[in-house]
């Protein structure tokens, strides 16, 4: 029976799951959660012109490129999708980053903005799960922002000006939660993963396997 189970597993086609939201609503901190309590989770790590901020780490948190180098991305049609930021920094993802772990059953996660979860829904429609985390109020966004520390004054104000802007995508995503408390969202999150895992589009090789047990009644 755990031959079966094992063999199913590999099969599995992975989901991509995307996590957006305002800034300051704890997407960081859920993702990193997310993959720290699963290990079929792979971060895509993406492409970014911006400079690091305090703590973020080359090939960790992000792939830290001029713009240069970032020209030289798109010349190459490196990327799944891109855009480029209200605040002037760019961002892609790479399909080297993708498509290899979800053909083997790896599920993939992102943290990418409303642009670029429309532009991952249409080129893998069934593969994309998004997720939208909305705060639970605009003091508490900004209560986030300011103790988080990493944005200048300046940035801050900036953020918040786009937010009712971020906000309006809210109806675009497939699931979408308000973020009270972490450990509660990262719980829900875990339970659309699991869902999610189950749908039959990804379970391909279910095909196989119903045909084995056909033959076996047959043969029965
Ligand atoms: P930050 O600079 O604060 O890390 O990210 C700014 C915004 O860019 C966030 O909304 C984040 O989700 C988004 N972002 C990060 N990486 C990507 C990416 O590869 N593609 C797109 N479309 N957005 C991204």
Redesign the pocket.
């Known amino acids: 029976m755990t031959d079966i189970i094992d063999r199913l597993k590999k099969v599995r086609k992975g989901a991509m799951f995307i996590i ?1 939201g ?2 300051g609503t704890g ?2 901190t859920i993702a990193k959660e997310l993959l720290k309590r699963d290990s079929n989770i792979k971060f ?1 790590v ?3 012109t ?1 400079k690091p ?1 305090p703590g973020e780490q080359e090939g960790v ?2 792939y830290f490129v001029t713009n240069e180098q970032y020209n030289e991305f798109m010349a190459q049609d490196a990327f799944y ?3 480029d ?1 209200q ?1 002037g ?1 760019r ?3 790479l399909r080297s980053e993708v498509d290899s772990f979800i053909n083997v059953g790896q599920d993939v996660l ?4 409303w ?3 429309r ?1 991952m829904k249409e080129k893998a429609k069934d593969d994309v799960v998004t997720i939208y985390l909305l705060p639970p109020s605009i003091k508490e966004l900004r209560h986030r922002l300011e103790n988080r520390g990493t944005d200048s004054k300046e940035l801050i104000e900036k953020r918040m000006n786009l937010i009712l802007d ?1 906000i309006s995508h809210w109806d675009e995503f497939d699931y979408v939660i308000v973020n009270v408390n972490i450990e509660e969202t990262v719980l829900k999150i875990q339970k659309i993963i699991s869902g999610e895992r189950m749908k039959r589009v990804r379970q391909v090789g279910l095909k196989g396997f119903v045909k084995e047990l056909v033959r076996e009644a047959q043969d029965d």
């Open positions: 957006e305002p800034s997407k960081g895509s993406s492409v970014t911006r901020r948190d992000y999708e891109f855009v930021s605040y920094d961002y892609g993802t992102f943290d990418m903005d642009a670029g979860a532009q971020k």
